[in-house]
T-cell receptor, first 117, second 112 residues
């Protein structure tokens, strides 16, 4: 069945350091992955996405890596800032599951990132 | 461009009551998905509406129902509220069924 989980519930880093948030998934049919950032009292904010035909995708200060062999993805944040403090969720979707569940995102529990000044 | 908006921000109800939550999708988006987020958990998919029709449903009982209107705004209705329905209810809109979902700020529902 589908499940998306994260390796660490919390991560604490120093301002300016790089952060790496990991995520494992179990559905080998998943072909689309998204990272969301959720600040306290707010809805999830889209950060970056990646499709299963890619291994890496870069955005502004963020990079997502996908390893389909071990069903693992990671979010790397460069030069982490206090404003990056939030809960980070990975979510997965099966775009090719026509007639099935290709409409929904499946989220993990999230990793709380704390950036120390 | 206006993002996804939800109303009300907070709501307190008692067990057995009914509640209606509202969502306005982002301009140009025809799909709305609803999620329930319990404290300390990730969002759980409730259902999705695409062009006024339900396009998929998660593992929620029938007392969770919804609507989508011609302007693509949406409502989530919950009947016979239970204590476990206390959560943050999130609405997300997307340009189409398979496109990136953008979330609103959520409605915090407390059931006493």
């Amino acid at each position: 069945g589908e499940s998306v989980g994260l390796h660490l519930p919390t991560l604490s880093v120093q301002e300016g350091d790089n952060s790496i948030i990991n995520c494992a998934y179990s559905n080998s049919a998943s072909d689309y992955f998204i990272w969301y950032k959720q600040e306290s009292g707010k809805g999830p904010q889209f950060i970056i996405d990646i499709r299963s035909n890619m291994d890496k995708r870069q955005g502004q200060r963020v990079t997502v890596l996908l390893n389909k062999t071990v069903k693992h993805l990671s979010l790397q944040i460069a030069a982490t800032q206090p404003g990056d403090s939030a809960v980070y969720f990975c979510a997965e979707k099966n775009l090719g599951n026509s007639g099935g569940s290709n409409y929904k995102l499946t989220f993990g529990k999230g990793t709380l990132l704390t950036v120390n000044p | 461009e206006t993002g996804v908006t939800q109303s009300p921000t907070h709501l307190i109800k008692t067990r057995g009551q009914q509640v209606t939550l509202r969502c306005s999708s982002q301009s140009g988006h025809n799909t709305v998905s609803w999620y329930q987020q319990a404290l300390g958990q990730g969002p759980q998919f409730i259902f999705q509406y695409y062009r006024e029709e339900e396009n998929g449903r998660g593992n929620f009982p029938p007392r969770f129902s919804g609507l989508q209107f011609p302007n693509y705004s949406s409502e989530l209705n919950v009947n016979a509220l239970e204590l476990d329905d206390s959560a943050l209810y999130l609405c997300a809109s997307s340009f189409n069924r398979h496109d990136t979902q953008y979330f609103g700020p959520g409605t915090r529902l407390t059931v006493l």
